[in-house]
């Protein structure tokens, strides 16, 4: 489960709110403003403004993906995927979305998820509120 909110919405919306977060053993720890309330994503991110590394940038390992759109950012030490970035021009370019999980205060069984189909790169279709059907990837 990532971030949250309206793709890139500012982080000056009124029901943003400042959550902590970090990867299992503590030793990478992060801060991101976002709106609960709206829901998570398995693709809908946020702008990189609302999210700042506040410590263990010595013990982020980065996995790169796809066609190098997007990087996964885990702790070296204990495994834990934190947050992610790339830039990906049908969610408005530049994004950061971040592993609800790692988030201090938020109780998952509370969040709505939305749905977008990255799997199909099928952005345009926007979210919806149940998941999209799986279907066989794309031969490449």
Same mark, same amino acid.
């Given at each position: 489960? /990532?971030?949250?909110?309206? /793709?890139?919405? &500012? #982080?000056?919306? &009124? ?26 994503? +398995?693709?809908?991110? +946020? ?14 390992? /980065? ?8 990087? !996964? ?11 992610? &970035? ?10 950061? #979305? ?29 979210? !919806?509120? /149940? ?7 794309? &031969? !490449?």
């Amino acid at each position: 489960m /990532e971030s949250s909110g309206d /793709e890139h919405a &500012s #982080s000056s919306t &009124s029901a943003t709110k400042k959550h902590v977060g970090s990867c299992h053993c503590g030793a990478v720890r992060f801060e991101v403003d976002i709106d609960v309330g709206k829901g998570a994503s +398995r693709c809908n991110c +946020r702008k990189p403004d609302a999210f700042a590394l506040v410590a263990g940038k010595e013990s982020v390992g /980065e996995y790169v993906w796809g066609a190098s759109v997007s990087s !996964r950012f885990f702790c070296k030490h204990c495994g834990t995927y934190c947050y992610g &970035s790339g830039h990906l021009a049908q969610l408005g370019g530049d994004f950061v #979305s971040v592993n609800f999980n790692c988030l201090d205060d938020i109780d998952l069984t509370q969040i709505k998820i939305i749905y977008w189909d990255g799997r199909n790169n099928n952005w345009a279709a926007g979210p !919806r509120d /149940e998941p999209w059907p799986l279907s066989a990837p794309a &031969s !490449r």
